[in-house]
């Protein structure tokens, strides 16, 4: 099965030069859907050279900007780009609150931002698992408020997890258990460490105690270090692991095709 992630923002509301807010495009065989699409996510995309245009569906853990600001901005681009009529339907997901968020902007910005034509909008508050396409995504409760969740894909044989925020807790260890790929946040230094996010060593024992295979870590705010991060997470995971970058592309499986 095809399976290439692009890594759109690596980082958090401190926004640098380097690093945009959270948003991962992936692209699974035929499919094209973001996991977040955190303020700068749209740029990001036409850096990448990928098209707005064709994304099927997008999946949101929480509802901080830095992880859905650039929804609307991506419903205006489908509905007002010049030349461009959208008739595939668009599928949108996440956790409790994401229908009343979506009323809010109706009311704030207009009629647009959940009208149903010329193409379809899915709209669909998940707690347990959806099949989206031939992948099967199961959501879990990470541990940062409001409400927040991670995902984990099942394309075949290929399994990816996205913790989304979280410290730690259980349910990101049963996330991570045994996949192919974690895209895994690691916000702080150790010394810097607090309660609802993550540091090099909490997410070393994660990677750790749940068994994955390789480790992508990501969601940096500028107080990290990111040798010193890798450093840290390696003294207690014994697996693969790097750092996200913008713009990086990881493969799982074959290569796959390009979105034009």
Known sequence: MLFKVTILGSGTCAVTKERSCSSYALQIGEQFFLLDIGFGSLRRLAEAGLNYRAIDAVVISHLHPDHVADLVPLLMALHFTPNFTRRKTLSLFGPPGLLAYLRGQHELHGDWVMRQTPFTLQ??????????????????????????????????????????????????????ANVDLGILECSFPDELAIDEHLTPSLAGRIAQESGCRRLLLTHFYPSLDISAAIAGCRRIYDGPVEAAADLMSVAIGEEPREFA
Do not use: W
């Open 123 to 176: 709209i669909e508050e998940i707690d347990s698992e959806i099949q989206l396409g031939s992948c099967l995504i199961s959501a879990l409760p990470m541990k940062h408020k409001p409400v927040s969740y991670g995902y984990r894909l099942q394309c075949n044989s290929c399994t990816l997890a996205y913790s989304g925020d979280t410290g730690y807790c259980p349910e990101v260890v049963a996330l991570f």
